[in-house]
Nanobody, 118 residues
Framework: QVQLVESGGGLVQAGGSMRLSCAAS????????MAWFRQAPGKEREIVST????????AYTDSVKGRFTISRDNAKNTVYLQMNSLKPEDTAVYYC???????????WGQGTQVTVSS
C-alpha cells in the first residue's frame, strides 16, 4: 500500500505560479512511477505529467509544456509539480498518483483544488 497526500493548492491569478506537493508513505517511494492528473468540472480526468523512478525521465501533456515542471525527491518521498504562467483553463482538482509503470497507476491521493482566476 502507498498513501499519497497532496498539498499546495489554492486560488491564484492568471499568470501566477503555484507548487503542488505530494507526500508518499507506505512502500519504497523510489520503486514507483509518479504522475499528476487533473479533472476540471464537467470534464474527464487527464494526465498532466509523469516522472520516472529516478526522476530523469519526465513527460508532459501538450497544454502544460514549458509552463509546468515535475520533480521528485526520493529522500523525502515527495513529488512536486511547479506550475508557472497559470491560465484559467488550468483550474481543476489535481491528483497525485503512483504506479509500477507509466501506464498503471494504482494509488491515488485525495486531490487538491487549483483555481486560476482571470
Amino acid at each position: 500500500q502507498v498513501q499519497l497526500v497532496e498539498s499546495g493548492g489554492g486560488l491564484v491569478q492568471a499568470g501566477g505560479s503555484m507548487r503542488l506537493s505530494c507526500a508518499a508513505s507506505g512502500r519504497t517511494f523510489s520503486n514507483y512511477f509518479m504522475a499528476w492528473f487533473r479533472q476540471a468540472p464537467g470534464k474527464e480526468r487527464e494526465i498532466v505529467s509523469t516522472i520516472g523512478w529516478s526522476g530523469s525521465v519526465t513527460a508532459y501533456t501538450d497544454s502544460v509544456k514549458g509552463r509546468f515542471t515535475i520533480s521528485r525527491d526520493n529522500a523525502k518521498n515527495t513529488v512536486y509539480l511547479q506550475m508557472n504562467s497559470l491560465k484559467p483553463e488550468d483550474t481543476a482538482v489535481y491528483y497525485c498518483a503512483a504506479g509500477r509503470g507509466p501506464n498503471n497507476y494504482g494509488y491515488w491521493g485525495q486531490g487538491t483544488q487549483v483555481t486560476v482566476s482571470s
